[in-house]
């Protein structure tokens, strides 16, 4: 891994090691409401894909035109007209996925992933490799919800990606594809990791609020990068970190 | 009057923004730690998407209707709601500090909070007027609070057990909110005659 060339280890970073939904547990209302099954799964996190490419490449190749004083609504311009863009694209190109997604599609603007990594990675680094950043943490966040989305649309409807993988006379159990479906599924996706040992950052979001808005979560620098290194050290003092990383929030906010 | 009634109680209970649509996930797990801070959290939700799906439904008839410029509402509801929130805030600060001690830690981390956004989205794409959009801006946000407290009290009782440790932490949270979920599709029995 020391060796690895910085382009492909982003890619690296992005589906494996900081995967933005099974380890940072980023961009958690998409993932729940629009996997229902794996080809809406695969739509939306393709459509992420194309915004959080474009944006991680003109934050990127824009960083020191932008004052630092109003980089975040400047951000925010560029991801939501980005979003119109992708928008306007599946209305008129894949009109069924359009009505499968719906008002998920203009809320990628306030997906967490897309400012997270503006903010975090973006904004400091060449567009060339904001570009495979971007590459990579759209492809872990595609990926994951693809997974998600084939579990639920296997036990919810027996089928997977459209075909009929049940036999017929078995009947599928359709709470899945409903809304508690989501919860459950994610439930034991992260109950399996902790039996795992995998670091996930999912207890601490709980445990600790990092600050109640995903944007902010993921702008603030103190909140997941800090937590993950001293987890011990949070669970002891998750009142104080509670309190603390609520004005974190503000002042991320205030600056905008 | 019985229309706003009906738009209200669709809007908490039937279609209540976490639970069945999930929008604010975010802030409904990392927050509903405690009862205290999610009933503040609750509350500033309330105040912030009242005044934006006012607003917003405002601008959306006035101005990008006439204008025919419908597609930029993304962009335009978005930039809204920030200076929204910064408004508020700054005007709380100065008229009512006691309010502002109550819910101003909360106002700026809800801008980013999807459900603000989504509920303007889903106003237009309803096709709600201006009543209508206070209405159901009013009723999501008092479906978001019943969820949020109602998680904290039962996350308060949950700390007192003796999990198996791969349960613990997130996921039993993510198991009671799926089970709050189930129990919420229950109010889809409903009907208004």
């Known amino acids: ?256 | 009057m019985a229309e706003y009634l009906t738009i209200i109680i669709v809007a908490a209970l039937i279609n209540n923004v976490v639970l069945i649509q999930f929008l604010g996930i975010c802030s409904f797990l990392g927050v509903s730690r405690e009862m205290k801070p999610a009933a503040s959290l609750g509350g500033a939700v309330i105040f912030v998407i009242t005044i934006s799906s006012a607003v917003a439904s405002l601008l959306y008839d006035f101005v990008l209707v006439p204008l025919g410029l419908e597609y930029m509402k993304t962009i335009v509801f978005i930039l809204v709601i920030a200076a929204l929130v910064q408004i508020v805030e700054m005007f709380l600060k100065k008229t009512s500090p006691a309010l502002y001690k109550a819910l101003g830690i909360y106002l700026p981390l809800i801008t980013t909070n999807c459900a603000v956004l989504g509920v303007a989205l889903t106003n237009v794409q309803d096709e709600y007027n201006f009543g209508q959009s206070v209405m159901a801006g009013f009723g999501t946000a008092v479906g978001y609070t019943i969820a949020i407290v109602l998680l904290a009290g039962i996350r308060g009782r949950i700390d007192e057990r003796d999990l198996p440790g791969p349960v613990k932490g997130a996921p039993v949270v993510l198991l009671c909110a799926a089970l709050m979920s189930i129990a919420f599709m229950g109010f889809g029995g409903l009907s208004f005659g």
């Open chain 1, 1 to 256: 891994m020391k060796q690895m060339n910085p382009y492909v280890e982003r890619i690296y970073n992005g589906i494996v090691k900081e995967n933005p939904v099974l380890v940072l547990m980023l961009g958690m209302c998409p993932t729940l409401a629009v996997t229902t099954s794996a080809i809406n799964g695969l739509g939306m996190g393709v459509s992420t894909i194309v915004v959080l490419i474009a944006s991680n490449v003109i934050i990127s190749a824009l960083r020191k035109v932008i004052p630092d004083e109003v980089r975040l609504p400047s951000y925010i311009v560029i991801v939501a007209t980005l979003v119109t863009v992708v928008e306007l694209l599946i209305e008129a190109y894949l009109p069924s996925l359009y009505a499968a997604l719906g008002i998920y599609i203009p809320l990628i603007v306030v997906n967490c992933i897309i400012l997270g990594r503006a903010e975090a990675y973006a904004n400091k680094n060449t567009p060339g490799l904001a570009l495979m950043d971007g590459i990579g943490m759209g492809v872990g966040f595609t990926i994951a919800l693809v997974i998600l989305g084939l579990i639920r649309e296997f036990l919810g409807a027996g089928t997977a990606f459209g075909a009929q993988i049940l036999p017929s006379g078995m009947e599928p159990m359709g709470i899945f594809i409903k809304a508690p479906g989501a919860f459950m599924v994610m439930a034991f996706m992260v109950m399996v990791m902790n039996a795992l040992g995998m670091v996930t950052r999912a207890n601490d979001m709980v445990e600790s609020g990092c600050d109640g808005a995903c944007a902010a979560c993921a702008m603030s620098t103190n909140c997941g990068t800090k937590k993950e290194a001293a987890p011990d050290e949070q669970i002891k003092a998750e009142p104080a970190a509670a309190k603390a990383a609520a004005p974190a929030g503000k002042e991320g906010q205030a600056n905008g």
